[in-house]
């Protein structure tokens, strides 16, 4: 096969992670015979330096064009004060439109080597193994009005948060196939009992479950769902969530998997002729520009998002499965970067690419 890919590098610490899961991506070519076409564009604050745009025209276009895009981070504290169109992150929510990406999956797993990275009890984290699915194209996020008007004591902000009957049944349906090759439980997100828009979101959910009678269905209050996720967090399955719920919820999780460098993410759109998914892939931390170019970011959470790409994207589930052993052979091993390893030699960002290359 043929992996036409786009490479979107980003800021801080993003070429560095995108590096080495390039590095496994073509390890993965090597060995099952396929070949790799990889385009590289700007996208965040470089893309702001460069051409003064977050998300420059001839990236939509290269997006669009490309089999999937796979994407460091975006962000720089310089940013910080810019007027909304000329942050970096106004580029990634541009990129998820244009893609009509819809979907967020955020797998949580607590690897048996990392039980000790948590801050949680090893009781309580061990055997954790979830996926957040995130709606990405609704909510606070995107809906207006918005803004900030007025002057002193009358000077106000706005957003909106809004929800169609079809974007919560889109992202329901995706929640609840997931379910089915899982544990066949989904635990949907939502704080009902103030908002109306989440009257909603609980309303068509349950519609949409009957569609899905081998699925277990639980609702559950975003505050409690917070609560839970250190309480108890091997009660989750599939956990289905709004945009700004799902933001916050999964990074929750990292302290489950004992570093936020360990998440990888797959953002899923419609289906391509071909019937694989439209696919944005990236790790869910940040830009982190304190430790750029220091050669001590974990990259796992790049890599992670790789094998999410070879299966959603193009269906080779062997290769994905393949690339997520080698991933625990790693960790097994010892040979992690400065977050999971607190004392001792740490690995550089290269030697955990190179590992993970070598054990496959």
Same mark, same amino acid.
């Given at each position: 096969?043929?992996?036409?890919?786009?490479?979107?590098?980003?800021?801080?610490?993003?070429?560095?992670?995108?590096?080495?899961?390039?590095?496994?991506?073509?390890?993965?070519?090597?060995?099952?015979?396929?070949?790799?076409?990889?385009?590289?564009?700007?996208?965040?604050?470089?893309?702001?330096?460069?051409?003064?745009?977050?998300?420059?025209?001839?990236?939509?276009?290269?997006?669009?064009?490309?089999?999937?895009?796979?994407?460091?981070?975006?962000?720089?504290?310089?940013?910080?004060?810019?007027?909304? &169109?000329?942050?970096?992150?106004?580029?990634?929510?541009?990129? %998820?439109? @244009?893609? *009509? $990406?819809? #979907?967020?999956? /955020?797998? =949580?797993?607590?690897?048996?080597?990392?039980?000790?990275?948590?801050?949680?009890?090893?009781?309580?984290?061990?055997?954790?193994?979830?996926?957040?699915?995130? &709606?990405?194209?609704?909510?606070?996020?995107?809906?207006?009005? %918005?803004? @900030?008007? *007025? $002057?002193? #004591?009358?000077? /106000?902000? =706005?957003?909106?948060?809004?929800?169609?009957?079809?974007?919560?049944?889109?992202?329901?349906?995706?929640?609840?196939?997931?379910?089915?090759?899982?544990?066949?439980?989904?635990?949907?997100?939502?704080?009902?009992?103030?908002?109306?828009?989440?009257?909603?979101?609980?309303?068509?959910?349950?519609? =949409?479950?009957?569609?899905?009678?081998?699925?277990?269905?639980?609702?559950?209050?975003?505050?409690?769902?917070?609560?839970?996720?250190?309480?108890?967090?091997?009660?989750?399955?599939?956990?289905?969530?709004?945009?700004?719920?799902?933001?916050?919820?999964?990074?929750?999780?990292?302290?489950?998997?004992?570093?936020?460098?360990?998440?990888?993410?797959?953002?899923?759109?419609?289906?391509?002729?071909?019937?694989?998914?439209?696919?944005?892939?990236?790790?869910?931390?940040?830009?982190?520009?304190?430790?750029?170019?220091?050669?001590?970011?974990?990259?796992?959470?790049?890599?992670?998002?790789?094998?999410?790409?070879?299966?959603?994207?193009?269906?080779?589930?062997?290769?994905?499965?393949?690339?997520?052993?080698?991933?625990?052979?790693?960790?097994?091993?010892?040979?992690?970067?400065?977050?999971?390893?607190?004392?001792?030699?740490?690995?550089?960002?290269?030697?955990?690419?190179?590992?993970?290359?070598?054990?496959?």
């Amino acid at each position: 096969m043929n992996l036409n890919i786009l490479v979107l590098p980003g800021d801080g610490i993003g070429p560095e992670v995108t590096r080495e899961a390039v590095r496994v991506l073509n390890r993965v070519a090597d060995k099952w015979g396929h070949s790799v076409s990889l385009t590289e564009a700007l996208l965040g604050g470089i893309a702001i330096h460069k051409t003064g745009n977050p998300m420059p025209e001839v990236t939509a276009r290269l997006a669009l064009a490309a089999d999937a895009t796979l994407m460091g981070a975006v962000g720089l504290p310089e940013f910080d004060d810019a007027p909304p &169109e000329k942050r970096p992150e106004r580029g990634l929510l541009g990129i %998820r439109k @244009i893609l *009509g $990406v819809f #979907a967020n999956l /955020r797998p =949580v797993r607590a690897y048996a080597s990392l039980i000790e990275s948590s801050p949680l009890k090893n009781h309580l984290v061990e055997g954790t193994d979830m996926i957040i699915v995130r &709606e990405l194209t609704g909510g606070i996020y995107y809906g207006t009005p %918005r803004g @900030i008007s *007025g $002057v002193g #004591a009358e000077e /106000r902000a =706005v957003n909106t948060m809004t929800y169609t009957r079809a974007e919560i049944e889109r992202v329901s349906r995706m929640a609840f196939h997931l379910a089915q090759a899982r544990r066949k439980k989904v635990t949907s997100v939502d704080k009902s009992n103030v908002l109306e828009n989440s009257q909603l979101w609980r309303r068509v959910v349950i519609e =949409v479950s009957a569609e899905f009678p081998d699925v277990a269905l639980e609702h559950i209050l975003v505050d409690n769902c917070a609560m839970q996720l250190v309480l108890n967090p091997r009660r989750f399955d599939v956990v289905l969530t709004e945009n700004m719920f799902g933001d916050i919820l999964s990074d929750e999780g990292a302290v489950l998997a004992g570093s936020i460098g360990m998440l990888p993410s797959a953002s899923i759109g419609g289906r391509r002729p071909s019937g694989a998914w439209t696919g944005l892939y990236e790790p869910v931390h940040g830009s982190a520009p304190d430790i750029a170019g220091q050669n001590k970011a974990n990259p796992l959470g790049a890599i992670g998002s790789v094998a999410a790409m070879l299966d959603y994207s193009f269906g080779l589930k062997e290769e994905a499965a393949a690339v997520n052993r080698a991933m625990e052979t790693v960790l097994n091993s010892g040979r992690v970067t400065a977050d999971l390893r607190p004392a001792g030699r740490p690995s550089t960002t290269e030697e955990v690419g190179e590992a993970v290359a070598a054990a496959l």
